[in-house]
Structures are given as C-alpha cells and as structure tokens.
Antibody, heavy 118, light 110 residues
Framework: EVQLLESGGGLVQPGGSLRLSCAASGFSFSTSVLTWVRQAPGKGLEWVSSINEHLDTYYADSVKGRFAVSRDNSKNTLFLQLNSLRAEDTAVYYC????????????WGQGILVTVSS | QSVLTQPPSVSAAPGQRVTISCAGSTSSIGNNFVSWYQQFPGTAPKLLIYDNNKRPSGIPDRFSGSKSGTSAALGIAGLQTGDEADYYCGTWDSSLSAMVFGGGTKLSVL
C-alpha cells in the first residue's frame, strides 16, 4: 500500500521559510515522479512542483525562484523548501505520486497546512 | 483564473447522468492527456480518470472520460447522493511546461 506522510507545516511570517517533508513507502520511490499540489482555503487545486526519477524539476510560475523541490532516494523522502513566503502561499500542501504520467496523480498524502501570516 | 475552464456547479437527480466539461487549448488538452479527480470536503483528491478515458482499479464504470480537440468531459451515470463532491480536470500545458487544473465543479445530487 502506497503511503505518503507530509510533515513540517505550520505558521510562518511573511518572508519566512519552511521545509516540508514527505515520507513515502509502499512503492519504488527512486523510479517515481513525485509532485507537490496545494489548495488554498476554499479554493481549487494548484500544481506547485514536480521532480522525476532523473532529478529534473518543474515549477509553477507562482513559486519559481522561491520554492525548491528535492528528493532523498536513500530515505524515501520528498522535500519542498519554501522561501520568501507570501500570504498567498497559505494552503494545504499535498505530497503526491504520479502513475503512468506526471498528470495522472494516483496517490495523495493527507496534506499539511502552511499558514503565512504575521 | 484557471488555464482549464470548468462550470462552477452542476446538478442532477439521483439515477440520472451528468456531464462536467473542461475547456482548454491546443497546448493543454489539445496535445496532452487529461485526468479527472474527485474531492470530498476535508479530504485529499482521488484519481477518477487518467489518459482521457481510463479508470484506475476500483473506480466504477459509472465514471467515464472523453476528449475531443481542446475539450474534455467527465460523465457520471446512475448518480448517487454519495457522488456529491468537487471534481477537477487536469493536464499538462506544453507552452507553460506546467501541470494545470480546472477551477473545479461542485456536483449536487438533488
């Protein structure tokens, strides 16, 4: 069974930083495409970033230059470094695993809340 | 404003069929596969359809997907009250080099 467990969320001031982690199990982590998707309170889904098995990374324009995705295949853990945080980054962040292609997201974590506020 | 356009809400009676549309562009839906997600309040989304019309294991055949040109659609037959949820389409946008989602459609089963 695929399990994705996010941690590291919480309250941070505007301009601050946070590092999200996602501990994965139940699948071949090193060969999987992994993606962060976020959802602001009461809003729709927003793709944030993806990283493939070759360590190629992709970012939404809204976070490019501020967020950085990485993975530690030895620890089956996905990371998202969030810098220069803004109020509009407030959202539930989901760690996800893609199936046949990056946009077929078959597995989702339970999500973790990041709140950016003074 | 989302790259993919969905109606904000749709409604139908139990037992009926409903279709949720998703309009994109050549660089998004036109040249890429579409997936659909179901989300209940307070829970993570769930993959319903991928590669335009394929269902993951465990998804009932009441759910179907189609694509034509730069638009896609999710069909739900034999509506049940338990189908009340938000539905999102998603695809890759080749021009943006990014995954894009529709704004979501709230389904009400009256």
């Amino acid at each position: 069974e695929v399990q994705l467990l996010e941690s590291g969320g919480g309250l941070v001031q505007p301009g601050g930083s946070l590092r999200l982690s996602c501990a994965a199990s139940g699948f071949s982590f090193s060969t999987s495409v992994l993606t962060w998707v976020r959802q602001a309170p009461g809003k729709g889904l927003e793709w944030v970033s993806s990283i493939n098995e070759h360590l190629d990374t992709y970012y939404a324009d809204s976070v490019k230059g501020r967020f950085a995705v990485s993975r530690d295949n030895s620890k089956n853990t996905l990371f998202l470094q969030l810098n220069s945080l803004r109020a509009e980054d407030t959202a539930v962040y989901y760690c996800t695993k893609s199936s046949s292609r990056v946009t077929a997201i078959g597995d989702w974590g339970q999500g973790i809340l990041v709140t950016v506020s003074s | 404003q989302s790259v993919l356009t969905q109606p904000p809400s749709v409604s139908a009676a139990p037992g009926q069929r409903v279709t949720i549309s998703c309009a994109g562009s050549t660089s998004s839906i036109g040249n890429n596969f579409v997936s659909w997600y179901q989300q209940f309040p307070g829970t993570a989304p769930k993959l319903l359809i991928y590669d335009n019309n394929k269902r993951p294991s465990g998804i009932p055949d009441r759910f179907s997907g189609s694509k034509s040109g730069t638009s896609a659609a999710l069909g739900i037959a034999g509506l049940q009250t338990g189908d009340e949820a938000d539905y999102y389409c998603g695809t890759w946008d080749s021009s943006l080099s990014a995954m894009v989602f529709g704004g979501g459609t709230k389904l009400s089963v009256l």
